[in-house]
């Protein structure tokens, strides 16, 4: 239950104060007109719809991107493994290098710090250990594993690109700034349609409604395009694209 109750937070409570203040005063004061609402569903429903399938996208190329990221590494360890002239302490050692780096880079896509110097130094060790095991490891399995970071290292860029870059922020802005006056604009208007004779709650239900449901639309969208901190009900799990899951 808790999870579902995610995507209630401090825009939710402001929300349901304007939706609650909006009605009173218009009543209080006499303010009633009748609009056409397009205008107000182009500014909110248009731009919240494409927010919304733009973190989509971005979940779903999340997915496709670590399944890469895994499916390469894992090749790379089969390979380093079954080199028949390797000494087992050095296929252990190269075992804990790809350990690490499949550990701490989903630690770094689920943290706030956008800094890939750790990424980038576990990368770079394993590549030393490649080379300096030359021996060890032929020729032929060595232009595999290469073949095979390749696909690790594009995973890698892609998801820090996803991690680092949300989508277009003063779009998101001008969705949310909509949301919050969007009972200033309906109030009025929902009052001339069911007119003064009926219940006033009936009002104010409608009203608070309606911005319950913008807001909870735009907090899954804000929700979905970070997919990786595990704040939503559909955030990636990350252990499962770990190498030793």
Known sequence: MTRYLSILNHRTLVTMVISMSVPFISYQFGVIYNIDLTLISIAIIFPLVFAIRGAFKRREKALEFLARFRSGLKTVQYLIL??????????????????????????????????????????????????????????????????????????????????????????????LIFIYIFPLVYTPTIINKIGYDNPEWLTYFIIALSEFILISLYNIQDQMEYPFDEDGLDDINLNIFKINR
Request: charged share 30%; net charge negative; proline share 1%.
């Open 82 to 175: 079954n080199a028949a002239k390797l000494e087992d302490s050095k296929k252990a050692e190269a075992d804990q290098l790809m350990i690490k780096i499949s550990t701490d880079f989903m630690a770094h896509l689920s943290g706030d710090d956008h800094d890939t110097t750790k990424v980038d130094e576990n990368m770079e060790n394993l590549f030393q250990f490649i080379h300096q095991n030359s021996e060890g490891i032929s020729g032929g399995t060595r232009q595999k594993i290469f073949r095979f970071m390749k696909d690790v290292h594009e995973g890698q860029e892609n998801l820090i690109a996803i991690h680092t870059h949300r989508t277009p922020i003063s779009l998101k802005a001008y969705c």
